[in-house]
């Protein structure tokens, strides 16, 4: 499992159709370590979260990050500027190649995962299975009708699961437009099918620019985990 000695050691080195996947255990780091590698603004912004769950993912993830990308880079953690499109997606401005480096982020209780990429539009999710939630009433007010339907022909035991897939693959999906919610969960399809190694295509009702192609990624005990990227093919890296 990734410790911050590690990240701290390794060198990540970024090409074409290369997605690397860092997978973190929160509970292996001491957010207080990790806090002298954000920026003021960012040990401003953790101070502000009130929730200790939520500030020590913050600060984990966001150090974590930054080391990434500097090892990517070659420069100091400290000269790293985060920008933020119109919907919250943060980036950098510096490439590599001529090329953007493109990541995202996600985590749930103890666990996250970073994705960082070279010219590939990225977005993860993982999830906790609730066996509590509502998973009836979600799936009927935020997925398709094609996932609707899909969902229904499941067996009962097998429906909460199926719908954890369903929700990680559209988390990641919305994540990787840099739309977020704002794309519209119901507007886009994505199928209850194990993936393979090429992915699954996402199937969009308002079409894009671009195809967008989803992965499962690393098999968590009572967690769900998704990849969507824009370029199909390639080998996904997974650092764990």
């Known amino acids: 499992m990734n410790t911050l000695d590690q990240i701290l050691q390794e060198r990540l080195v970024l090409s074409d159709n290369k997605i690397h996947i860092y997978l ?15 920026s003021e603004d960012e040990r401003i912004r953790a101070e502000k979260l009130k929730i200790a769950e939520k500030k020590n993912q913050f600060v984990i993830t966001r150090s ?7 090892s990517s880079l070659g420069k100091s953690y400290q000269d790293i500027d985060f920008f ?11 490439s590599l190649n ?8 996600s985590h749930s209780e103890n666990y996250a995962l970073i994705a960082i990429a070279l010219g590939n539009r990225v977005g993860v999710d993982i999830e906790k299975i609730n066996a509590d939630i509502d ?11 094609n996932e ?6 499941c067996a009962d035991e097998l429906q909460l699961d199926s719908f954890y897939r369903v ?39 308002k079409p894009l620019d671009d195809k967008w192609f989803c992965y499962d990624l690393i098999n968590i005990d009572n967690y769900k985990t998704a990849l969507t990227t ?5 080998g996904i890296i997974i650092h764990k």
């Open 24 to 38: 973190i255990q929160f509970d292996l780091f001491d957010d207080q370590h990790c806090m002298q590698y954000l």
């Open 64 to 70: 974590v990050l930054r080391l990434l990308l500097s």
């Open 84 to 94: 933020y499109g119109e919907h919250g997606k943060p980036s950098i401005k510096e």
């Open 98 to 105: 001529n090329k953007p480096i493109e990541f995202n982020i």
């Open 135 to 145: 998973h009836q009433s979600l799936s009927k007010r935020f997925f398709s009708e």
């Open 148 to 153: 609707k339907n899909d969902l229904i022909k």
């Open 167 to 205: 929700w990680c693959r559209k988390e990641s999906f919305i994540k990787a437009t840099g739309k977020g919610v704002a794309y519209g969960l119901d507007r886009f399809s994505v199928t209850l099918d194990e993936t393979i190694d090429g992915g699954i295509e996402v199937l969009t009702f």
């Open 230 to 234: 824009s370029i199909k093919g390639g």
